[in-house]
C-alpha cells in the first residue's frame, strides 16, 4: 500500500492568524485542494486567504472566526467542519503562554491556556481522527515546543501543556500504527513570531525578547517546512533547527537532579523580583 500523501487535501490550520500556523497554511497551500483557517481574528484570516488564493488558484478556502477556548465556540467549530467535509490534515497550531511563578498567576489566564494548548487540540483531533482512520488516510500535526522536552522555572503550567502535547502525540502515533494516519508533533525552541508579544512578562521580569537572544531564534518559515517535511515523511516527532537538536542531545543526557540544582538559582532570581517589583515603595521618613 502506497504512503498517503498531502496532495489534493483538505486541510485545517488552527492559529493561521500569525506565527508558525500563517507560515504552515503558506507551506501546505499548493498541495491542498481546501484551506480552512482557524483563529479569533478574521480581518487577518481573510487577508492569508486572499494571498493563498492568488498564489494558488485552484484552492478553495474558508475562514473560521473562532476562539477556541470557549467550549461552545469550540462546539461550533466542529459542527462548521461536518458541514465542509472530510478533514485530511489538521494542524493544531493555535496555542498561547503565560510567564511569571506559577502561584502569582491569574487563574484565569492560566484556564484559557489549557482550553486552548490542551482541550481544543485534543477535542478538534478526536473529532477528525475517527473519519480519517476510516478512509485510511489523515495527517495530524499539533505544534509543541522545545518546552514539550524540557523544563524551566517561569514557565511551569504552560511546559506542563506542551509536555501534555508531545506525550499526547507519540502515545496518538502508536494508536495509529497500521491505519493510514500520521501525528507528528514539532518542537520548536524561541520563534520569531507574535508569541513574545502576546505572552507579556510580570513587573521587575525581563520579557522573552529581552531573556532570548535574536540569534537563538528561528524563523516560522523553517519551522513550517520542517513540520510539514516531518509529516510527509511520517516522523513521529520534528525538532527544527541544529541548536535545537543539539539542546534535545544534551537535555536527554542530562540526569534531572543536575538539570533541576542548575535552574535553581534562576527559579529563585524569578521570585526575588517578582516579590520586589509587587512590593509598596518605601516611605521616606521625614
Not at 502525540?169 to 491505519?179: C, P
Not at 517546512?225 to 525538532?239: K, N, P, S, W
Request: contains cysteine; glycine residues 8%; aromatic residues 4%.
Amino acid at each position: 500500500m502506497s504512503s498517503p500523501t498531502l496532495e489534493n487535501t483538505t486541510v485545517v490550520v488552527t492559529g493561521a492568524s500569525a506565527g508558525i500556523g500563517r507560515a504552515i497554511a503558506r507551506r501546505l497551500a499548493p498541495t491542498a485542494r481546501v484551506m480552512i483557517l482557524v483563529a479569533r481574528r478574521l480581518d487577518r484570516l481573510e487577508e492569508l486567504a486572499r494571498e493563498l488564493t492568488a498564489a494558488n488558484p485552484r484552492l478553495t478556502t474558508h475562514c473560521l472566526r473562532v476562539d477556541l477556548a470557549e467550549p461552545t465556540e469550540l462546539d461550533g467549530l466542529c459542527a462548521s467542519l461536518e458541514a465542509l467535509g472530510p478533514v485530511d490534515v489538521i494542524v493544531n497550531s493555535a496555542g498561547i503562554g503565560d510567564y511569571g511563578v506559577f502561584d502569582r498567576m491569574s487563574w484565569s489566564r492560566l484556564e484559557t491556556m489549557l482550553r486552548l494548548n490542551v482541550v481544543a487540540l485534543t477535542r478538534l483531533t478526536h473529532h477528525v481522527v475517527g473519519g480519517m482512520i476510516a478512509r485510511r488516510r489523515g495527517f495530524i500535526l499539533n505544534v509543541s515546543s522545545g518546552f514539550g522536552l524540557a523544563f524551566t522555572p517561569a514557565f511551569a503550567a504552560y511546559i506542563g501543556t506542551k509536555h501534555y502535547v508531545s506525550g499526547f502525540t507519540e502515545g496518538l502515533a502508536l494508536d495509529l500504527v497500521g491505519t493510514g494516519v500520521v501525528a507528528t508533533h514539532v518542537c520548536p525552541g524561541p520563534v520569531a513570531t507574535e508569541f513574545a508579544l502576546v505572552t507579556g512578562a510580570p513587573e521587575g521580569m525581563p520579557t522573552i525578547e529581552e531573556a532570548v537572544p535574536r540569534w537563538i531564534m528561528v524563523t516560522p518559515e523553517l519551522v513550517a517546512d520542517a513540520a510539514v517535511r516531518g509529516l510527509e515523511t511520517g516522523r513521529a516527532m520534528v525538532v527544527p533547527g541544529l541548536l535545537m537538536k543539539v539542546l534535545w542531545i544534551l537535555n536527554g543526557i542530562t540526569p534531572r537532579p543536575i538539570t533541576r540544582m542548575v535552574m535553581a538559582p534562576l527559579a529563585r532570581l524569578y521570585r526575588q523580583r517578582e516579590l520586589e517589583a509587587a512590593a509598596p515603595p518605601k516611605q521616606l521618613s521625614s
